[in-house]
């Protein structure tokens, strides 16, 4: 789906993703796909580290975890500041 045939985080690459320290993204990337330990990682650099996000879906979530939980409270907390994500 518009991606090309290098496949995700190619050059020219919508569509990336970050598991642990293998990342494939590239600055044309607009949708990422990564783990919640990424993206509390993330998130632990402050705000502004989620500034150009705009959603963000979180998949099996009914398997419970402490890392899901924790990530959970923390975007409800954000939900507060940031009212369009």
Do not use: N
């Not at 050059?11 to 990336?16: A, D, T």
């Not at 502004?48 to 979530?61: P, R």
């Amino acid at each position: 789906m518009g991606d090309p045939w290098e496949g995700p985080g190619s050059r020219e690459s919508l569509v990336g993703y970050q598991i642990r320290l293998e990342k494939k993204v590239a600055s044309s990337t607009r949708l990422l796909f990564c783990t919640v330990g990424v993206l509390l990682k993330q998130m632990q650099q402050g705000l502004g580290a989620l500034s150009k996000v705009t959603h963000i879906f979180i998949d099996e979530i009914h398997e419970r975890s402490a890392d899901c939980d924790l990530l959970l409270l923390l975007l409800r907390q954000i939900r507060s500041t940031r009212p369009d994500l």
